[in-house]
């Protein structure tokens, strides 16, 4: 168990709608991450948020945004949904230091079907 | 160019014996992290392992060792005494100090199988 939680844990929705993916990072984390994981495939860097700011963005489209609140939970939002965005999403939370190892705790995703 | 290289799709493995994952990574950056992650059929991402590029030492975690040759940039993991637990997708992946995010560049995976 990582402490990080997802929600929902699977979502069917059809093209051109807009769905909001929710985190709550470990206890003492500042930091998250989401990776969208396509099947068959290695997770890919979609952005990071570091105390409520974005703190770096992956190839991904602007429909892609982001939230981080005071208490570090994150919500991803994807606007105009497309087929090719079906994929498993992963939050990971860290602790952000200086020098160290960053290590980043996953949750369990959320796998989203575009139909 | 791929940061993270993962050359083998899959890897049987008797149970009890010892096996070698293989993981390349290319990066210019002289600060660096690299990781292994675990991925059950569940899909949750479990981290096994962590080597800093400046680490002298090749890391161990309990029966997971990472061998570190920096200058053939490899960082293969090795799995002493495998379970049938172990079965599961193995993930290498990379981070870069530069890049000032904490992001994570992941390798292709390789699933492994262990029989019994």
């Known amino acids: 168990e990582t402490g990080v939680t997802q929600s929902p844990t699977h979502l069917i929705k059809t093209r051109g709608q807009q769905v909001t993916l929710r985190c709550s990072s470990q206890?003492?984390?500042?930091?998250v991450s989401w990776y969208q994981q396509a099947l068959g495939q290695g997770p890919q860097f979609i952005f990071q948020?570091?105390?409520?700011?974005?703190?770096g963005r992956g190839n991904f489209p602007p429909r892609f945004s982001g939230l981080q609140f005071p208490n570090y939970s994150s919500e991803l939002n994807v606007n105009a949904l497309e087929l090719d965005d079906s994929a498993l999403y992963l939050c990971?939370?860290?602790?952000?230091?200086?020098?160290?190892?960053?290590?980043?705790?996953f949750g369990a995703g959320t796998r989203l079907s575009v139909l | 160019a791929q940061k993270i290289t993962q050359t083998q799709p899959g890897m049987f493995v008797q149970e009890k014996e010892a096996v070698t994952l293989d993981c390349t990574y290319d990066?210019?950056?002289?600060?660096?992290?690299l990781f292994w992650y675990k991925q059950p059929s569940s899909g949750e991402m479990i981290f096994l392992i962590y080597?800093?590029?400046?680490?002298?030492q090749n890391a161990t975690e309990g029966r997971y060792s990472l061998n570190f040759q920096k200058a053939r940039k490899s960082a293969n993991l090795v799995i002493s005494a495998s379970q049938l637990g172990d079965s599961a997708m193995y993930f290498c992946?990379?981070?870069?100090?530069?890049?000032?995010?904490?992001?994570?560049?992941f390798g292709t995976g390789t699933r492994l199988t262990v029989i019994p």
């Open positions: 990971a939370s860290s602790l952000q230091s200086s020098g160290g190892a960053d290590i980043q705790y």
């Open positions: 206890s003492g984390h500042n930091t």
């Open positions: 948020y570091y105390r409520e700011e974005e703190n």
């Open positions: 990066t210019s950056d002289p600060s660096y992290g």
């Open positions: 080597q800093g590029s400046y680490d002298q």
């Open positions: 992946a990379m981070r870069e100090k530069r890049t000032g995010a904490n992001n994570l560049f």
